[in-house]
């Protein structure tokens, strides 16, 4: 099995900065790519930011030149630095791991974390 632990949200005001971590475990033979969601109430989740094992980048426009994301292959961690924040903003960020279980693996499987809340408030 493997697990995706969030962890970083919290509560903070327009202009301010937050840093998600998303930890990866279990059996794992490599990870394909790592991603962040959102989803705020009543909004359909949508794809903020993905990185694959080769350092290709992928940012939603809404975010491009305030949020980067990052990843450490040893530790199987993708962090996402958010940096002048929004109320817009606002919403449960779920991280998102395409992985390969064994190297005889055919397709990556993907495996979502359980989600953690960032709010953007004064």
């Known amino acids: 099995q493997v697990q995706l632990v969030e962890s970083g949200g919290g509560l903070v005001q327009p202009g301010g900065s937050l840093r998600l971590s998303c930890a990866a475990s279990g059996s794992i033979f490599s990870i394909k790519a790592m991603e962040w969601f959102r989803q705020a109430p009543g909004k359909q989740r949508e794809l903020v930011a993905g990185?694959?094992?080769?350092?290709?980048?992928n940012l939603a426009e809404s975010v491009k030149g305030r949020f980067t994301i990052s990843r450490d292959n040893a530790k199987n961690t993708v962090y996402l630095q958010m940096n002048s924040l929004k109320p817009e903003d606002t919403a449960v960020y779920y991280c998102?791991?395409?992985?390969?279980?064994?190297?005889?693996?055919?397709?990556?499987?993907?495996?979502w974390g359980q989600g953690t809340q960032v709010t953007v408030s004064s």
């Open positions: 990185i694959t094992s080769g350092s290709n980048l």
């Open positions: 998102k791991a395409q992985v390969f279980r064994s190297a005889y693996s055919i397709n990556a499987l993907n495996y």
